[in-house]
């Protein structure tokens, strides 16, 4: 099975998303298309955020994909876009999702990926619809470290605290990775056959899947905000729309994405 979207090569530039987002601002957008560079010297992360990544210890990418549904009813697709990334890498090492999960492979809500409480890569989601009538072009941005990863920790210097996690981490010292193009055709499978069942049915048939790969679930956790008071509770996994559930004494509150920071409560 092969990825079904136009692919894109480049070398170098400054964010793989900038591109892709620019062209469905002028309407150029017609089929999905992904694309990927070997250096983004500007990629991004959630909130305005640097994406950095050493270029050969990594992969980042992009995948414009026009949905059915409305901005509105694409609640929970970074949640999804997760699992979708979990399921091409099982297909890109060989591996099953049950030996993935036993490795430490783990979501952590609403849009990282982590490896033994490691950063593994992030999820970053852009676009919306132009006018009533037409797709949602959503630009869904993907970094992961590859291999490398105390390079790549130092790399990031005062971060430098953020343990870091790389994929190689996942095999035995002497198996061989699979090569970049494979990852990322494998990846881009996954994706595309999600993000149609997703747009069909939306996100309440993937709760419980989710809920599997929680790095933080019955765990007392801390959300915070940009000018906003920190909130505590216990993680109780999401509801069907994608939203983080907290236990409170005795009532479960609801926390929508938006530019929060989820941590373990210290």
């Keep these: 099975m092969t990825a079904n979207c136009i ?3 480049v070398a170098e530039t400054q964010s793989t998303n900038d591109d892709l987002l620019e062209r469905w601002r002028a309407g150029e957008l017609i089929d999905p298309i992904a694309r990927i560079a070997l250096k983004q010297t500007a990629g991004k992360g959630r909130a305005g955020r640097a994406w950095l990544a050493n270029p050969e210890d990594s992969i980042s990418f992009s995948l414009a994909f026009p949905f059915k549904r409305k901005p509105a009813e694409l609640t929970g697709l970074s949640l999804l876009v997760g699992l979708a990334v979990i399921s091409g890498i099982a297909q ?3 591996l099953s999702e049950a030996t993935l ?4 492979l783990r979501l952590k809500w609403p849009n990282d990926l982590l490896l033994n409480n490691a950063k593994l890569g992030g999820i970053l989601i852009e676009g919306g619809q132009a006018k009533s009538g037409d797709p949602t072009w959503m630009i869904i941005g993907i970094g992961m470290n590859l291999r490398n990863a105390n390079a790549i920790a130092a790399s990031l210097g005062n971060q430098a605290d953020l343990k870091i996690g790389a994929l190689d981490q996942l095999l035995p010292s002497q198996a061989t990775s699979p ?7 494998k990846l881009l499978v996954s994706l595309e056959y999600h993000l149609g069942e997703f747009d069909q049915h939306g996100f309440g048939a993937y709760q419980e899947s989710w ?6 679930l019955d765990q007392a956790v801390c959300i915070s905000g940009a ?6 509770g216990i993680a109780q996994g999401i509801d069907q729309a994608g939203a983080l559930l907290l236990q409170q004494n005795n009532k479960t509150i609801a ?9 373990v409560q210290l």
Aim: aromatic letters at 16%.
């Design 7 to 9: 692919l894109e090569r």
């Design 92 to 94: 890109a090492y060989d």
């Design 101 to 104: 999960h036993q490795a430490g």
């Design 179 to 185: 090569d970049m193009e494979y990852l990322w055709l």
């Design 211 to 216: 809920k599997r790969w929680d790095a933080y």
């Design 227 to 232: 000018g906003k008071e920190p909130i505590y």
């Design 255 to 263: 926390i929508h994405a938006g530019d929060v920071s989820l941590r």
